[in-house]
């Protein structure tokens, strides 16, 4: 039932992407000035990366406003693309109290192939997620996922309380044999200071994208805290590198 | 290993962790980690992990989960030592 919900979403997902994209791009591009320093230069390296890849990518961006997610997919792709690659329209995962009380917004998030989170939920619930996420893995979509846990309150990658949940996804699926590709993506705007809602007007982003394969002796925690280590660490570098350009 | 030795234990473990210190001076077994001692959701992986280290024991992921409270490690701590 829980995957016969899931496929049916992701079919309206994909029907629904010129709507979702145009409204999307239309809002950010649109109405909040939004413009990309190196889109093209980005779109043309996240082809490259993925053109060969036929399984699973997880995408892990540093996260620092609450429409990241939004502005990662207008990056990634142009619609069309996304209509014929769903790769490139990845699955997201926000936590549920922050649109839940919405309509509009559950709307959005449901044709934006959200599945809703809810940090320190009941164990049964959590469980249940993360079999969601296995389960669409599996099936070779996308994934993103804040390796962070939570926008980071000093502006910077957080590299000391970040969550290990995309760890413990890496590890999991890889006993389930996958081999997921892992993108680590570092998003800036240019007039972004610190953590926000939502980035001020005319904002000029940057973005860049590398490949990490993180690797580890061990199971089970101990393993999903050296992955998301790795992870945290490679954005952490990226942003090193945006700041010393 | 005695419960009142784990329990010491776990309490100094967990110390480091726990922005409510408190709850921590006052705890007690039904003391919840997460939300009593004000201890990130994300640390409580580190916390069991250093339970690992310190009595030299695995705990599972399903073990994991169960731990919500400070008895419920002292529970599993002991038990997984062996007395």
Redesign the interface.
Known sequence: MKRLSIKLQNLIAQISVPFTFGTAVLLLRGFLGYRWENLRDFRRKIRALLQKQEGPVILCPNHLTMIDSLLLIWAMTPAWRAIAKPQLFPWNTPEKRNFAHNPILRFFCYIGKCLPVV??GP?DK??AFMDKIRALLKKGQSLMMFPE?ARSTSGRVDTE????GVGKIIDDVRKDGLKPKVLCLYLRGNRQTGKSSVPRRRNRFFIDAEVVEPTTPHS???A??DLATQIIQRLAGMEQAYFAR | MTPNEAFTKVVAIIGPFAKNADALKSATRETVI?TDLGV????L??I??AF?DEFNVA???EA???IRTLGDAVDQIVALTGK
């Not at chain 2, 990130?40 to 640390?43: G, I, T, V």
Request: aromatic residues 6%.
């Open positions: 940090r320190q164990v959590t469980r846990g309380n970040f969550a290990y089970g925690l101990r999903a805290r | 997460l990130n959701s994300a640390r992986v580190d069991i992990l690992e705990i599972d992921d994991a989960d169960k």
